[in-house]
């Protein structure tokens, strides 16, 4: 059996991933959902993305939303993050007073194109730039690597083009990396290889992984990971978040299903798990339809 | 990383342990879901359960049930087993023609009583009775441990009282061990943990695990026991199954995801990934409501 961390950070990315393709709703309400995740004791939180208002009008409040931050940053202690795809998304996020950047990058072609209009090299060639917007203004950033393993368009995605954006993240001093299964293809067997595979790459920068639930193996996937040694991974409130490519398929790992899981593994995390599966009740009441969280309608354990 | 094995015997109990909380139907709709499953080359099946009558009424019917099984024996070589909870349930099992029985024995009390009425002692003693019953007429016996992990009534299990099941099994020469997370409360570090410290005391034995997916973790349970060297395990068409103790929630792991999940890993499976997903459709609706099946609503992996 493998060795099994201590603690695991959980990023609840309800605001960004959760949210991004639901149909908009309205500042106070995401106000409300901020109020419940902070309540769960999560210590970060990827709060918005800087990018097209009109490709992903849920976000278009960006720098609305982000006046409302610096209260749970001193209230909370909770670091808040945002999601950028070019140089420009950087600098309107920093200006809207973020300092930790995600910025994502599709290791397939197919997906990049039809995300960001570029290939997945022309995507890459652009992390020293935001690197250095990041860092000239003391921000940190974060290089998410998207269909880590599969692409909707082009199918798997060769371990080449992940250890080459992940190569040149780690070449210009990135802060941290992640390693994201997009849209919900990816399994444990194959987790547990790539993470393996791109650990002495990365060295000493953090690794986090993010999963969909999109065909019912994000939690044994996240299970995979942590067995391999990551300790950081995203989640959202009721697992929030579908996915374009499968609809009315499940998002995002639910936090409170994998604070449940974690925890009945011993490993320590920032959540708590009553409060999680509270927040997921205001989410499901805010966006209007179930959310496939598990233990939102199950329930902690039943202790006699 | 741990050596998986190359074959994973899937056995599908969509007709019992799927139907039996359902509201009853009708024998021609059993016979209807029977068939979609038989199509998808499953090997094993759990047809039905020869318990009481009046207090699982949707499988009243086994007797009737029983007598359409040969024609899949002869066209699909499938082996079919019943569930019983007494030395009566084997008899009414084998004169109704089945060759295998499954005996379940709760280790905990507090659901061995709620059950069948027994102290999980009391319901121990009667293994040999109930294999010398099987062996006598040429019938196999699989000893299934439920509550192995948590009770709803009694908390976690005493792992002791786990092993004094499957000890008492193995000294009556049973065929086969199973162990069963019955409330869908076990994650997997608690499933690697059980299975390492079984699997010497049950040598040659055949040992399968059976999951539920009640709060998202029925997965990563089943990976788990595959990894720690499990080749058989229970599953549903459609996740079909609920919990009697989490209404709502999910009920035992979806065959089509766990199909999923081990092909994508490299394991072999008897069971065809679309013909699943289509017995997943007709489950869903001879039963009418929605299943929580991931691959139903999702599909099988987009490739381009």
């Not at 994000?218 to 959202?236: F, I, N, Q």
Request: proline share 6%; net charge negative.
């Amino acid at each position: 059996m493998s060795t099994l961390p201590e603690h695991v950070r959980i990023r609840d990315v309800s605001l960004r991933d959760g949210l991004q393709i639901e149909d908009p709703i309205p500042l106070s309400a995401k106000l409300e959902l901020l109020a419940a995740i902070a309540a769960t004791g999560v210590q970060e939180m990827e709060a918005t993305a800087f990018v097209s208002p009109s490709k992903v009008p849920a976000l278009a409040d960006a720098p609305e939303l982000a006046a409302h931050l610096q209260e749970y940053r001193d209230s909370h202690g909770i670091e808040f993050s945002a999601l950028v795809a070019s140089p420009n998304g950087a600098k309107r996020a920093i200006a809207a007073g973020l300092s930790s950047i995600e910025y994502v990058v599709s290791a397939a072609d197919g997906h990049s194109r039809a995300n960001v209009g570029r290939t997945s090299a022309e995507a890459t060639a652009l992390i020293p730039e935001i690197i250095a917007i990041a860092h000239d203004s003391g921000a940190t950033v974060e290089v998410i690597v998207a269909t880590a393993w599969d692409c909707p368009f082009d199918g798997p995605t060769p371990h080449q083009r992940v250890v080459d954006v992940l190569s040149t993240a780690v070449q210009h001093d990135v802060d941290r990396l992640a390693i994201a299964d997009t849209i919900g293809t990816t399994t444990p067997r194959r987790v547990t290889e790539t993470v393996e595979a791109v650990s002495p790459l990365i060295g000493d920068i953090p690794l986090g992984a993010h999963f969909h639930n999109t065909r019912g193996a994000g939690l044994a996937s996240a299970y995979a990971a942590v067995s391999a040694g990551v300790t950081r991974l995203d989640a959202s409130v009721g697992g929030l978040g579908g996915c374009p490519f499968a609809p009315g398929a499940s998002g995002n790992i639910a936090t409170e299903d994998l604070v449940y899981l974690l925890r009945d593994s011993g490993i320590g995390v920032d959540v708590d798990l009553p409060a999680a599966i509270d927040a997921a009740a205001v989410a499901q009441r805010l966006v209007g339809h179930d959310l496939p969280s598990s233990l939102l309608r199950a329930g902690d354990r039943i202790l006699g």
